[in-house]
């Protein structure tokens, strides 16, 4: 779903004590420079304290927030950068400014671990949202009426909208600008940034995918130990049943009962989590890379890497590779 903007005059960013300049810049920076750019002339923005004595904190220096939750109350878009923990419950006076602003039409957004401040109003249940692809599994634990999408870097339901980690914030910002103001401005604003207008896949080209620790006395441990030696080759499920001394049918069920998934998209994701190491830290052609990691040819790497990835080989290295 796109959001479809009226005329915004009261934009409110709620902030709570210590969080950090460098966070608020992925919140507040694109409205900022659109208005330096002279956008959003008449949109009053406003930094609104969550909580008593909030203040704005980095480098040194601690800048208190000027205006309370009064300045919610008429607000047409509130947004919510950062929460500090997502194991403390926000400020009830918070939670209820913010429900009330929904209430009463005003459209509001969760940046990052802001997603668990509307979490905690009730704001995200039974809603397609996202966070930091680092909380998004907490994010689902403690909220399980919300439907997490690890991978988004945003997600726009309309009146309530969430972002993922750092510059997703960035991203969310300008689909607002092009709600607010049409897409010649977000992508001439977008250039002045240096940043593009809208990015490629999600963000699970950033999450990271670590080889898991493994039980080597395990039958099915010592299989995925060796397979991940194996990844060049066919590797059928059939004889990594037969190198554990089981059926295949006993074989998938205890590889279920370990890991969750089954033993052939175990094995693709290793794949292609190799394809994108060798895709970081190499040169190598992806046709090359491709055989490397079990693939007869990059065009049968490219939609399994798609897939998982949320972009294609190339993106991918342009975006992550150090070697030129």
Partial sequence: MT????AVRSLVVVVFDGVSLGIMSFAFG????AASFGELRDVDVRLVSGEPDAALSGGGLSCPVPY?????RDADLVIVPNWRSPFENPPEPALAAIRAAHARGARVAGLCSGAFVLAAAGLLDGRPATTHWGMAGLLADLHPKVKVDAGALYVDDGDVLTAGGGASGMDLGLHLIRAMCGADVATRLAKGMVLPPHRQGGQAQYIES???NLDDQDPIAETMAWALTKLDTTLPVDDLAQRAHMSRRNYDRRFREITGTAP???LTHQRVIRAQRLLESTALPVDLIARYCGF???AALRPHFRRLVGVAPAAYRETFGSVS
């Fill in 3 to 6: 959001t479809v903007l009226g």
């Fill in 30 to 33: 694109v409205f900022d420079m």
């Fill in 68 to 72: 309370d939750l009064a300045a919610i």
């Fill in 210 to 212: 670590p080889v898991p």
């Fill in 264 to 266: 052939a998209t175990w």
């Fill in 296 to 298: 007869s040819s990059a």
